[in-house]
């Protein structure tokens, strides 16, 4: 039995039916995997969806991670006042002393005192990711 069967069928009319340029989405069980797309990745270029392709989706899921966030809480698991670090060590900022004592409620309400969305041009090609000084 495969999948989800009519996932194509899916996304292209639930894309159609919200306005929604272009998606890509993926459902995993066990060893199965099924893949869909549908559209366009950027509506100025016209490129193709494809499973592979990434997307910038940004704001939306700040509501998802408070959410699960808010869940952990709820359980006692999660204290929004500790520091992040209490919960994801590696988390980390340029400025040490922030990335010290930056706390779970200061992420979620974005009062955490630092700069994001901040996007560099790095050209295209295989050194793109990189900005040598």
């Known amino acids: 039995m495969t999948l989800l069967p009519d996932l194509q069928g899916w996304i292209d009319r639930a894309a159609g039916?919200?306005?929604v340029p272009g998606a890509a989405v993926a459902v995993g069980m066990g060893d199965q995997l099924a893949e869909a797309a549908t559209g366009v990745i950027n509506l100025?270029?016209?490129?193709?969806?494809?499973?592979?392709?990434?997307?910038?989706?940004?704001?939306?899921?700040?509501?998802?991670?408070?959410?699960?966030?808010?869940?952990?809480?709820?359980?006692?698991?999660?204290?929004?006042?500790?520091?992040?670090r209490e919960y994801l060590p590696e988390?980390?900022?340029?400025?040490?002393?922030?990335?010290?004592?930056?706390?779970?409620?200061?992420?979620?309400?974005?009062?955490?005192?630092?700069?994001?969305?901040?996007?560099?041009?790095?050209?295209?090609g295989g050194q793109a990711c990189c900005v040598h000084t």
Request: charged share 20%; aromatic share 6%; no cysteine.
């Open 17 to 19: 039916r919200h306005g």
């Open 44 to 84: 100025d270029t016209g490129v193709e969806a494809t499973a592979d392709s990434l997307f910038q989706i940004g704001s939306v899921t700040k509501v998802w991670t408070t959410a699960l966030v808010m869940q952990l809480v709820g359980e006692g698991l999660v204290d929004l006042d500790e520091p992040v």
């Open 91 to 124: 988390f980390g900022v340029l400025d040490a002393a922030a990335s010290e004592s930056i706390t779970v409620r200061q992420l979620l309400s974005h009062t955490g005192g630092f700069d994001g969305d901040l996007f560099e041009d790095t050209g295209r």
